[in-house]
């Protein structure tokens, strides 16, 4: 050993010698292990948060939504089958186009069912991205999503398919420009930042955004709370009448999941409606206040459930397609979404992450990987677009074959034969939210109480739904809700006893 390196040993020896002794000898308000409990119980990212908002005075905006997930996917399962129903024949090709918006005049046909979800130019993501984004889409057999953002020509040219977002903004509502689109989405919110204003400062616009979106020099672009000449649900459903008459193609809702679900699903469902885009809790935006991405709005699983039972219930589940979105990242989530009665997904952070791959090296370690994919970040001008496309086709097709794989041990030929019996959770609450087996029960022996919404009580009665005497609850059963009948049992008996 040289010199050198014995006296380093020796110094580091000394430095946590003398560290040790302090944290276990001193007091804790001298003590510099004071900092654990602290962290343990404020968390590192609440203070760092804090520190942020001591410097600035003004609200944060995380980039890529709340590190908050409430979806608990992992507790859901696929249930693969091998003689009660044979696993489909390997050399069958399983199905996995869909159709969105099929009594549309124009459906919008995708050879699958996952899509890139809304994120705009300028306002988000530089043109480069986005042009990748629709490029990787198009080579993969699905859509790309305009965002809130203006039609770009090069967007449309990249864009096989393109759903327009007619927007808050205002940049994307002329009919001449609605004409080009393969399905308009009605934008009222979004899982991220609900129906909150936004404000990109006139500073941080460059000649090429103020020029797609209209801007006089000088002046912000704003995002507001509604949707211009849209201050009532009547006014809405008028709207949707228009566009609907007008332009042929789908025309969807998407909104921030909320509590208030079915109030707003019944106004959409009254204007006629497309398809519906549920926006969860965990989905991304480029950057927005924390409350606004920690705090507002359902999670996407509790969204997903409520919004296909309602839609299921009012009669209207083959005319109007479900898209979830918000928080889903792999091809698991996706089949289990699929499963529960979404006929398609939207993926934002993820395929984000997809297109930047080894090219978000170029602003680490020093920065961070959005400063690659930003309009205002530092490093925009470095992404190469093909590459990202290449890099976003791949993780698709990665995906898909991944689910076509699961559906074959399921025994199904298309991802549209998808449903509730081919899922089950070993969580009782997820068993009613979503309408699918607890795994502690066999399938024709699942419990009452599950069945029609009912929590056992103490003495070992049913107790009425959510407490309440009235019992007024509608949950139902998987087997029920596809028209089948199963053996009830409260109190299932060993084998032994059958």
């Known amino acids: 050993m040289g010199l050198l390196s014995r006296l380093g040993r020796s110094l580091m020896d000394g430095m946590v010698d003398s560290m040790m002794q ?52 992992n507790k859901i399962l696929i249930n693969p089958v091998h003689l009660c129903r044979m696993p489909t024949p390997d050399d069958v090709t ?15 046909k995708l ?39 203006p039609l770009l020509p090069e967007e449309r040219q990249e864009a096989r398919w393109l759903i327009g977002q007619y927007n808050r903004g205002g940049w994307l509502n002329e009919d001449d420009d609605l004409a080009q689109l393969d399905a ?35 002046q912000d672009a ?14 809405f459903i008028r709207l949707v009448e228009r566009l609907r008459k007008t332009h042929g193609v789908p025309v969807g809702l998407k909104i921030c999941a909320t509590h208030h679900l079915e109030r707003e699903l019944d106004i959409a469902l009254q204007a006629g409606i497309d398809y519906f885009v549920v926006d969860g809790a965990e989905g991304g935006t480029h950057g927005g206040p924390t409350i606004l991405q920690d705090d507002v709005g359902l999670p996407t699983l509790h969204a997903l459930a409520r919004t296909v039972r309602y839609i299921e219930e009012a009669g209207m589940k083959d005319d109007v397609s479900i898209i979830a979105a918000g928080g889903l990242v792999s091809p698991g989530h996706f089949l289990k979404a699929l499963a529960l009665g979404a006929d398609a997904v939207y993926i934002g952070t993820i395929a984000l992450l997809a297109t930047l791959h080894t090219q978000m090296t170029k602003a680490l370690v020093f920065e961070p990987a959005p400063q ?3 309009y205002t970040g530092r490093y925009g001008e470095d992404f190469d677009i093909e590459e990202g496309a290449r890099d976003l086709a791949n993780f698709l097709r990665s995906c898909v074959r991944e689910m076509e794989l699961a559906t074959y041990s399921l025994g199904k030929t298309a991802f549209s034969q ?81």
């Open 94 to 108: 399983i199905d996995t186009s869909v159709v969105i918006g099929p009594r549309a005049r124009r459906p919008l």
């Open 184 to 218: 308009i989405e009605i934008q009222l919110g979004q899982g991220a930042q609900a129906a909150a204003p936004q404000t990109t400062p006139e500073w941080m616009i460059g000649p090429d955004y103020r020029e797609a979106y209209r801007l006089r020099p000088g």
């Open 22 to 73: 302090r944290m276990l000898t001193e007091p804790y308000p001298e003590n510099v292990f004071a900092m654990v409990p602290i962290l343990n119980k404020v968390h590192v990212m609440n203070v760092v948060e804090t520190g942020m908002r001591a410097a600035q005075g003004k609200p944060l905006s995380r980039p890529l939504g709340s590190p908050i997930v409430l979806s608990d996917w």
């Open 222 to 235: 704003r995002i507001r709370t509604r949707l211009p000449g849209v201050d009532s649900p009547r006014d």
């Open 418 to 498: 998808l449903d509730r019996s081919d899922l089950c959770t070993v969580d009782a609450d997820l068993a009613q939210l979503c309408r699918i087996d607890y795994a502690n029960f066999p399938p024709d022996r699942q419990p009452a109480w599950l069945q029609d919404g009912r929590e056992p009580a103490q003495d070992g009665r049913q107790a009425p739904a959510n407490g309440r005497a009235d019992g007024r609850h509608r949950a139902r059963s998987a087997a029920h809700a596809d028209g089948r009948t199963r053996r009830e049992s409260p109190s299932p008996q060993p084998d032994s006893a059958r």
């Open 372 to 374: 690659v994919a930003l």
């Open 111 to 149: 050879d699958i069912p996952i899509l890139i979800t809304g994120m705009s130019y300028g306002g988000a993501l530089s043109l480069q991205v986005k042009l990748a984004l629709a490029r990787g889409a198009s080579m993969a057999g699905t859509a790309a999503n305009t965002g809130e953002a």
